[in-house]
């Protein structure tokens, strides 16, 4: 096997694979020692989809979440109306691994909306990275490297989670169905790369990248996995190079959360501290800071205990989800998480609703009043159901009215734009 990747000390282009394609499958589970401040690279897995149609079982390797999935003529054929994902299932959890496959765009399944077909790495369905190939509002073809992260769809490019675009980028081709494009897609613990190279002529189409400095919220690790949004693709030649995640330092602190508010009862907080004393287990206590919204669970964190949940500030449940999504353990005392959600002001606190309805507007960008619900344009997944828009006069205080939607049996992805005058 010639020709193995270059490492990432750099936003580069994609490996040159110099191995020829073969109609086998590799899959290599040893543990890969980490030295010098690189990482140790060696095949976690190969497959050329050939073998299945010989009678090599699909489900061994892979596991099928959503759409449909089969092997015709040595590829792996996706097709979904919404949105459908094949995992790879044989492949090791890591956060330092380089994958490729063939991409072939054969038929988008709607025009609305954007299909497209991606290489994904997957940790699950709220934290993913998407290298994709995508058709637009207007039929426009192009590419585009996106993070899914706590649910949260565009996560690199919003704030708190925006990540540093690296430089280099290449961007803004035009794909053609019925051509071949290998996507590339790298992760290490400093940066996430993907690239897309037309597989005919070897010419560099797209690349993005972005920085994973140490303490940011992204999602640094996963399985590779195959999607498909109201696409019909194909898939081939499939190739993971990388090293298997080495165990972390234990975590071993025991942190209790602290509201400080008027019912966080310091007395109870004691009596856990105590309790864990005795037990020869130490607590510490932890405060939120001044900015809401900003509260993180310390790496070291072994145990999470919240004395008091039905009753939260904002951004409390936000972080600790994080938390428990980087694999956390906690305790919940007193009622249902984050049942409401509290803002402090003046000294006292209040409901998000009450807080959000005492916040004067500074500035009203549009008044719903003034424009016909039809310049709403709706764009959703093709199996979604009919939805009814209607203006509500509950808004924000000198706000004018809300536009509110409601959508029966939602089950994949709905929006509504609007278009300003020129733009």
Not at 16 to 28: A, F, K, N
Not at 90 to 116: C, H, M, Y
Not at 132 to 158: N, P, S, T
Not at 306 to 322: A, F, Q
Request: a negative charge; hydrophobic letters at 40%; one cysteine or more.
């Amino acid at each position: 096997m010639n020709g193995a990747p270059t490492r990432l000390g750099a936003m580069n282009r994609a490996p040159t694979w110099g191995w020829r394609r073969r109609e086998w499958l590799v899959v290599v589970c040893a543990m890969l020692g980490v030295a010098g401040g690189t990482w140790a690279q060696a095949p976690l897995l190969i497959d050329g989809f050939g073998d299945y149609e010989r009678g090599r079982l699909f489900d061994l390797t892979w596991q099928i979440d959503s759409g449909e999935w089969h092997v015709e003529a040595g590829q792996l054929v996706g097709r979904s109306t919404a949105r459908g994902v094949c995992r790879v299932s044989a492949s090791p959890i890591s956060g330092s691994q380089e994958v490729t496959v063939l991409v072939t765009l054969r038929k988008a399944l709607s025009e609305s909306g954007w299909p497209a077909a991606s290489l994904v790495l997957w940790s699950g369905e709220a934290d993913f990275w998407r290298l994709a190939l995508v058709q637009g509002l207007r039929g426009e073809h192009y590419a585009e490297l996106v993070e899914m992260c706590g649910g949260k769809w565009q996560a690199q490019r919003e704030p708190p989670t925006e990540l540093e675009e690296l430089p280099g980028s290449v961007g803004g081709f035009d794909w053609q169905f019925g051509r071949a494009y290998r996507c590339w897609l790298a992760i290490s613990p400093e940066r996430i790369v993907g690239e897309i190279v037309e597989e005919a002529t070897g010419e560099v189409l797209f690349r993005r990248g972005h920085a994973l400095p140490p303490g940011a919220d992204a999602v640094r690790r996963g399985r590779p996995a195959l999607m498909v949004d109201a696409m019909d693709a194909t898939f081939d030649d499939l190739r993971v190079v990388g090293s298997v995640d080495q165990p972390s330092a234990r975590a071993t602190r025991v942190a209790i959360l602290d509201t400080q508010m008027p019912d966080s009862s310091p007395e109870v907080i004691a009596l856990i501290q105590a309790a864990l004393a005795a037990d020869g287990a130490g607590a510490t206590v932890l405060r939120l800071p001044d900015t809401p919204g900003e509260f993180s669970v310390p790496e070291d964190t072994a145990l999470l205990i919240l004395p008091h949940t039905r009753r939260l500030p904002l951004g409390v449940t936000e972080g600790v989800d994080r938390y428990l999504r980087r694999g956390g353990n906690a305790i919940f005392l007193g009622g249902p998480l984050g049942e409401q959600t509290l803002v402090a002001r003046d000294r006292t606190w209040l409901p998000l609703a009450d807080a959000l309805a005492k916040t004067p507007t500074d500035h009203l960008l549009m008044d719903l009043r003034g424009e016909p619900l039809d310049t709403w344009r709706r764009f959703r997944s093709p199996d979604e159901g009919e939805a009814v828009k209607a203006l509500d006069d509950r808004g924000p205080p000198g706000g004018g009215a809300a536009l509110r939607v409601d959508a029966e049996n939602l089950r994949s992805w709905d929006t509504l734009g609007y278009q300003f005058a020129g733009s």
